[in-house]
């Protein structure tokens, strides 16, 4: 059985920054968790209103009034939590973990298949969604996919397999995602909270335009001046056209952050 610990006791490293990875480390920070993001070198986050991982580019990122700190080393990450912040290191394999020695690691890059992760990486080891078995590449899986099961804690099995097409908004699916017309550098013209109507041009790639194929708000747009392969997703808009929902996190985020949480109080608070 494992020893119970308090939260400030724990440290948690989550593998990924976009924002159902900083969903999940915004509850666990506000429960008293000691989170620290691993990240790529350039993510491509695209609800960048709600990601950590923006502080790759801009040294610190806010969200819904949490700070996250980009450091270079992760003996730095002490001195950040003290701070009441969330560390964010550039650590594409979480290398990492092998000196901050977490309690829990959380696999949040939602690849859809497992890079690299392996249920020995810390005591506590939670994958999210596909690619992940439980008992197998993690303890607990935490199931993604909207629906009845969304944010559900998997003991057994794995979570489903991914539909490939986005969840409905208001009955939208994929017409409310812009994707990458050519391969070349992403420039947008405009902005997240923007409200956009059908056909208007919100940037473009090498030159191609990027165009709303429907009305709605801005909700998401990856960081400018990245070079993006044609078919990438790289904006999201939201037709219920409501400013607030870009700068919050989201409701599939939060329920999946329940699902984490549920996993580390099963085994630290017993």
Sequence with gaps: MT???????????I???GDLASGV???????????????I?????VRRKVSFCEAVYDGEAVVEGVKGLLIRYPQETSNIWEQGHVPVLVDPRAESRLVTKP????DAILAKKNLG???SDAPLVIGLGPGFEVGKDAHYVVETNRGHNLGRLLSSGCAERDTGSPGPVQGV????VLRAPATGIWQNTADIGDLVKQGDVVGNVGGEPVSARIDGVMRGLIHPGIRVSQG???????PRGVRRFCYTISEKALAIAGGVLEGIMRTYAR
């Excluded at 480390?25 to 691993?38: E, K, P, T």
């Excluded at 070198?41 to 986050?45: G, N, V």
């Excluded at 309690?103 to 959380?106: G, I, N």
């Design 232 to 238: 990438l997703k790289i904006g999201d808009i939201d």
């Design 173 to 176: 699916t994929t017409d409310r």
């Design 117 to 119: 992760t392996s249920i």
């Design 25 to 39: 480390a915004w509850r666990l920070h506000q429960c008293g968790f000691r989170v620290c993001i691993a990240e």
């Design 3 to 13: 020893k119970p610990l308090g939260a400030a006791s724990i440290k948690v490293l």
């Design 41 to 45: 070198e350039q993510p491509m986050a």
């Design 103 to 106: 309690h829990v690691f959380v």
């Design 15 to 17: 593998r990924g920054g």
